[in-house]
Nanobody, 121 residues
Framework: QVQLVESGGGWVQGGGSLRLSCTAS????????MAWFRQAPGKQRELVAS???????NYADSVKGRFTISRDNAKNTVYLQMNSLKPEDTAVYYC???????????????WGQGTRVTVSS
């Protein structure tokens, strides 16, 4: 079994910064990509940023220039540095990992439990 453990959420005033972390542990052969999604109240879950094994990153238009995703492959950890936060960034943020578990034929996707980010105006 694989677990994704997130940390770093909390409350911040608008314009402030937070850094989220997510570490994957368990019977991991290799991780293809790790990503952050978020879900605001009454809205669908959306992709915030992703980081592939090849080092490619992708960002939602709404966070470009403000958020930075990074990854420590040795620690199976992905980070999301969030700067210039806005009230509309308020959401539960979920870590997501596409990986091979136990064998190269077992490709699975895991989700973290979510960490809440609240940005006040």
């Amino acid at each position: 079994q694989v677990q994704l453990v997130e940390s770093g959420g909390g409350w911040v005033q608008g314009g402030g910064s937070l850094r989220l972390s997510c570490t994957a542990s368990g019977s991991i052969i290799s991780i293809n990509y790790m990503a952050w999604f978020r879900q605001a109240p009454g809205k669908q879950r959306e992709l915030v940023a992703s980081f592939t094994n090849a080092g490619n990153t992708n960002y939602a238009d709404s966070v470009k220039g403000r958020f930075t995703i990074s990854r420590d492959n040795a620690k199976n950890t992905v980070y999301l540095q969030m700067n210039s936060l806005k009230p509309e960034d308020t959401a539960v943020y979920y870590c997501n990992a596409d990986l091979y578990e136990r064998t190269w034929s077992n490709r699975v996707v895991y989700w973290g439990q979510g960490t809440r980010v609240t940005v006040s105006s």
